[in-house]
């Protein structure tokens, strides 16, 4: 059987900080690269670690799954006024629901969650999110980590999202095949790590890139909110942000929303300034929500499957629990659903 002295040893450090380490001592004062040596070094030598424990031993991993905490990066009010986010979460609990899996729901706060309530579960789904820091932790007090509609962009833990990059990618490809010049982008700037990244949401890259590539990048196209949390992206931010676009001098022809909240927030600008959908401006949107449809005129939209991302969340759970030891990353596939508020290019 290892021993803590041989992790020490093979580590560089002492027995007692790998105990610490391994016993997630929260007064524990050590770098992250070291902290990550021991615990990749215990699980390489075996060592019966709060992440190898559950073994299956011939047992099926839905047995293995009795207690599952879910991470929200938003909070409770945020999450309503997404259904998109409800979606996600409901794809979980329906997965868990099946599995006869206890869930415990934990939403965002200035605080993190008590680590006793992590390493009491068979595994942690995070949604949404994270900053470095966060994850690090999160990592460091959680048998069984997935997380589901971010990427953290670390090889080692498993994630399944959308890739919205791309997705942004083939809407402007589309919107220049059906003849759009002066394309608008409403959205908002990446809040991480404690600060705010201008330019950095995934959506806001591909636009400026594809914009930049196609030496058509417009500055005053770009409308941005600096809101925090799930807040950047509700109807009144888009409806703020669509005011700026259409009181340019030269308004865009069609605007890209992050969201189909946002989406809403921007039909409401338009009509005050006494323009038609798609006839004067048009507008194009991520999410479909259940209401896009109804929408007078019905929203075009880049249609995500949060339910599906919720389902394959607890599946990468489940094959953790099965032994897998390599960390996987799944993207679901986006798919653009034309309707009335947007020119089809391939109609015209």
């Given amino acids: 059987m290892v021993t803590i002295k041989e992790i020490a040893k093979a580590v560089g450090v002492s027995p007692a900080t790998v105990s610490r380490v391994l016993n997630y001592d929260p007064a524990l004062s050590i770098s992250p690269v070291k902290r990550q040596a021991i615990i990749e070094t215990a699980e390489a030598l075996n060592y019966e670690t709060p ?21 929200h990066f938003l909070e409770p009010s945020d999450e309503i006024a997404d259904p998109y986010y409800i979606g996600v979460r409901l794809g979980i609990e329906n997965r868990c629901r099946d599995l006869r899996t206890e869930i415990v729901k934990v939403f965002h706060s200035d605080a993190l969650p008590e680590a006793s309530l992590l390493e009491d579960a068979s595994g942690v789904i995070v949604i ?29 833990l498993d994630s399944v999202f959308a890739d919205v990059g791309l997705a942004t990618q083939k809407i402007l490809e589309s919107l220049r095949t059906g003849g759009y010049k002066r394309i608008g982008f409403i959205g908002s700037h990446e809040n991480l790590n404690g ?20 030496e ?13 949390s799930g807040q950047s992206l509700r109807l009144d931010t888009g409806y703020r942000l ?49 209401v896009a449809q109804f929408l007078t005129p019905p929203l075009t939209t880049v249609r995500i499957h949060g339910e599906h991302i919720g389902e394959v969340a607890v599946d990468l759970l489940l094959e953790r629990l099965s032994g897998r030891p390599y960390g996987k990353q799944v993207r679901i596939a986006t798919e653009l659903i034309w309707r009335d508020s947007c020119r089809n290019p391939l109609e015209s």
């Avoid at 424990?53 to 839905?62: F, I, L, V």
């Avoid at 058509?216 to 925090?228: E, I, K, N, Y």
């Fill in 51 to 71: 992440r190898n424990r559950n073994k299956t031993n011939g047992q099926p991993a839905s047995s293995l799954l009795t207690k599952l905490v879910i991470v």
């Fill in 128 to 156: 949404g999110k994270h900053s470095d820091n966060e994850i690090e932790w999160l990592a460091n007090h959680t048998r069984q980590l997935v997380f589901a509609d971010f990427d953290p962009k670390d090889d080692r």
């Fill in 195 to 214: 600060t705010v990244q201008q330019f950095a949401e995934r959506r806001c890259v591909a636009y400026i890139d594809w914009q930049k590539r196609h």
């Fill in 216 to 228: 058509s990048f417009d500055p005053a196209l770009l409308a941005l909110s600096d809101c925090s």
């Fill in 242 to 290: 669509a005011c700026d676009l259409l009181a340019l001098p030269e308004r865009p022809d069609v605007i890209i929303t992050s969201n189909d909240n946002m989406a809403i927030g921007t039909y409401r600008a338009i009509r005050e300034f006494g323009l038609a959908i798609p006839d004067d401006i048009a507008v194009i949107s991520f999410n479909d929500i259940p």
